[in-house]
């Protein structure tokens, strides 16, 4: 009996966590927010930087990241978020890299997800949370995080 009771808590706790966990395509509604600009208010001093994102169609969100010193550009990435083959992917595109890296969703809320790419150099986690007119976001990977907070323009 406490070996079938210990089965169905198990399973129970494994189903319960799974879909918990389970992402759907259809969750890339839930990234509505994410529209606009996005001021960076943490760039370095005498830089300036932005985030922009526009919703393409109910499938794929398109974004570019700008950091500028004074009126030249010295860092730019272009940005997409998608569903493909039934997941959701955070697409960035750095001249840096041949082809565009692909981090997969692994957490999405309303106000919030993280992706991850554990075979990418760096970084291998992305994060963005929003909280009121501001959005905090993180990249990590191996040790290292780098921090951000943007604001709604």
């Not at 990418?120 to 990590?140: C, E, L, R, V």
């Amino acid at each position: 009996m406490k070996q079938l009771l210990l089965l169905l808590a198990f399973s129970g706790c494994h189903h319960f966590c799974y879909s918990q966990s389970k992402i759907s395509p259809t969750d890339i509604k839930k990234l509505s927010w994410l529209v606009g600009k996005w001021n960076n208010l943490s760039s370095e001093p005498g830089t300036t930087g932005y985030e922009k994102w526009e919703k393409l169609n109910q499938n794929e969100f398109k974004g570019s990241g700008i950091t500028m010193k004074g009126s030249q550009i010295v860092f730019e990435e272009k940005l997409r978020i998608l569903v493909k083959d039934g997941n959701i992917y955070y697409v960035a595109d750095v001249s840096e890299n041949n082809e565009p890296t692909y981090f997969k969703f692994t957490e999405l809320t309303d106000n919030s997800f993280v992706c991850e790419n554990p075979q990418h150099d760096f970084p291998k986690k992305i994060s963005y949370k929003k909280n009121g007119n501001k959005i905090y976001a993180s990249i990590s990977g191996d040790g290292k995080s780098y921090d951000f907070v943007f604001e709604k323009q």
